[in-house]
């Protein structure tokens, strides 16, 4: 048997010249080489999913409005209640809470239990299996130009709301620190969404519609244990207990709370300890279902 | 000096498990909680040998196994038992270097993203595949030329024809200029013109890089322009393994002689030579045993009437029916295993 690329041509035609041998890099430089490689693919699958996503200029504008309209329904509901009812969380706290909501959501939105679960069904998958590159690539350079396309259209439209509504909206704290940890508990959101919808994504390679799994453990549960259908310090105690162990609060409530400024230190940093643990566990069973879905794989169709 | 061997597989084995289901409502529940499970053998036991450079058709009927074969030596899916090496590798490990040295081409949307031009896309196939940018000006341009596609290079792939999509396919799938290059049925639903420059391509392609080619495909002027050596598998079994004329002499040992004469000699009984399959004035077409070949040949010669003379294989078509219709007594295919869950 053969093993090099140019031993696999027979005589018919001219042999091409081979490069000279290289010797093996050092792991620092392979390591220098790989990123390099890697951030070359990456932003060469983001261009084009940009000069794709620019096609549908329309859609995108249509979907930034209805990433505003939940919020402004369930605003205005909780407005209405909360009038009635009172508790500590006043109308600014939450006009705050439901303007920064649609954001944080579009930030850490994750859609590879749709997208990557047709692949294995209809066998499109079998496309990505044949490159030197992991098919989850292809999802993550799709999901990177999605976001920032729809934060271009949605962020104005928050920007807009939030200047007429200013005067009602308590006072942030919007120093440096503050935003960092933000920036890192949205990163932290970013990554347990896309862990955790994608390894939901992958018992598709056993369920035909991973549709349903996905709406028990992946929509109605992080509706209202995330915070989306309600703020989770409105919740009672023991609930807010049990959120604190699960991973959907960690997936959008959490960098909310620190943008309002209502965790300790310590709390947050007990947040990012969980959180990441939640990462490391949907991570490595995502692995295992990956390894195992292949085997189980049948790349029908494609 | 023998070509080295680019695959190799023994004893080969797939199976695929399928659930499947009656007619009717009554069957829908039955199926929802006693689930009937068969066991599909897609490929039994296949021994394949292709030494490097070599140009084989993979033949036979729908359902013959042939795709899944090329699934599992492209590394898609494994086999249930048997082992694989092409190009030095276990393909379903699908190491880096194993992808690099391979392409599979199944219809005309397996590499070009449909929303953007095939231009985009073999920018981007360049990066995956790590070529520099001379490397990939050179290949682009070189398969550009040899398959003519430069005006559809900016045209959404989506815009473009069944034809020129299928071309900027073979371009993508090659640009990283593979040893080994799988083909699922490169030119179905093309025109025949179309057809045959696809043929010319891949015929230029292997004589230029001599790549490994295995090709599947259900016309058979494909493999009889493109291959010399023929591969046929039926019901996941390996029926034939060998050069094309032998097939046709294997399933068809006859040859088709087609006589015109000046005037039809006297006593002339084309009967005596084979079976006459057509007539027409002084033109015969009369099916003879192969073996009697020359020697009738010689003797109508010998008459000095004969205005023409052809002697044909019979079309390969026929004589793949031929070989499918005498493999088709029924074999152990499938099992069925009712499994109550």
Known sequence: ????????????????????????????????????????????????????ALGYRGMLLVDSFRAMLNPLVLVLAWLSVTRQAGGEFSDGDYLLYYLALPVVTKVSECWTVFTLSEEIRTGTLNRHLLKPLHPLWFHVAEHLTQKILQLLHLVPVVATLAWAVGPRLPALDLSWPRLVVMGAALALATILRFTMTTTIAMTGFWIERVENLNLVLNAAIFALMGGMVVPLETLPSWMRWVTDF???????????????????????AGGFGVGAMWCLAWFVVGQRLWRRGLLAYTAHGG | MTAPTAIRTCALHRDFV?????????????????????????????????????????????????????????????????????????????????????????????????????????AIHREIYGLSAEEFRQRRDELVEMLEIGPCLTIQARKLSLGQRMRCELATALLHRPGILFLDEPTIGLDILMQKRIRTFLLDYHARFGTTVLLTSHYMDDVAALTRRVIVINRGRKVFDGPLTALTARARPERILTVTFQAVPAGFSPENLGRVQEQEGPRFRIIIARERAPEIAAHLYATGAVSDLTLEEPPLEEAMADLFAGDATPGPESSSTPDRA
Request: zero cysteines; hydrophobic letters at 40%; aromatic letters at 8%.
């Open chain 1, 1 to 52: 048997m053969i093993t090099s690329p140019e031993a696999l041509r027979g005589p018919p035609g001219p042999t091409p010249t081979s490069p000279p041998p290289e010797t093996p890099p050092g792991p620092v430089a392979w390591v220098v080489r790989a990123t390099r490689r890697r951030w070359r693919i990456g932003s060469r699958l983001v261009s084009a999913n940009w000069q794709m």
């Open chain 1, 246 to 268: 699960l991973p959907y609060r960690y997936t959008l409530s959490f960098p909310l709370e620190i943008l309002r400024g209502r965790i300790t230190p310590g709390q947050a």
């Open chain 2, 18 to 122: 399928v659930t499947p289901k009656d007619e009717g409502l009554l069957a829908s529940f039955r199926n929802l909680f006693w689930p009937r499970q068969e066991t599909l053998q897609a490929v039994r036991g296949l021994d394949l040998e292709i030494q490097a450079g070599e140009m084989v058709g993979f033949l036979g009927p729908n359902g013959a196994g042939k795709t899944t074969t090329l699934k599992m030596l492209s590394g898609l899916i494994p086999p249930t038992s048997g082992t694989i090496e092409v190009a030095g590798h276990q393909p379903f490990h699908r190491e880096a270097a194993f992808l690099n040295q391979i392409s599979l081409v199944m219809g005309q949307k397996q590499n070009l993203w449909w929303d953007l031009p095939p231009a985009e896309t073999l």
